[in-house]
């Protein structure tokens, strides 16, 4: 009777650690790009690297190896899986949620007519493609700001995005696209 505590005990924790969410958390700003990855209460920055302590070890010099040529599919092959693969990026899309989407430009010119065009030119493009990231994404939070500023040199941007998607999700797509793509190559 041990044994079937133990399994569902097992398989409870597996369930639990699918139905965590996968993070990423990107930002631009003067400082540079930083990104971000979070799993549970884990997190790790990978860009920029996190610095590794060297250590002082002396390796023996290894011959040159030559490289491998890595050997490229073909364009049938490409042709064959692109419906599944399309249907993947499909459920990708569905699965993954945008918790925060922040962008804000800050436009620099003197002159007031050019800096109007810039400004326009940016609330347009961003009115262009809010909605397509809508229509796409779940977005639980946007917040789009644009200034202008005639005394700055240069234009400031500042952009932030957190996104998630469950592990579970991801792990359902990779194997249906597997799966389909193994079928297409069997027929």
Known sequence: MTA?????GVLALLCLLLALPVGMAAEYSGEGLFVWLSYGFLKKRLVPAP???KKAKKRPEKPEKKQKSASAGTVEDLKENAGAIAAAL?????A???KEL???VCV?????ANAALAYGGIYAAEGDLVPVLRSFFRIKKLDLTN????AAEKTRVYARAKLSVRLGA???IAAKLILSMKNNIKS
């Open 102 to 104: 922040t962008l804000h």
């Open 108 to 112: 620099a010119c003197e002159d007031p």
């Open 170 to 172: 991801l792990l359902a």
């Open 96 to 98: 993954v949620l945008i």
């Open 4 to 8: 079937v505590y133990v399994i569902a």
């Open 90 to 94: 499909g459920r990708l899309r569905r």
């Open 147 to 150: 200034s202008v500023d005639f």
């Open 51 to 53: 610095e590794k302590k």
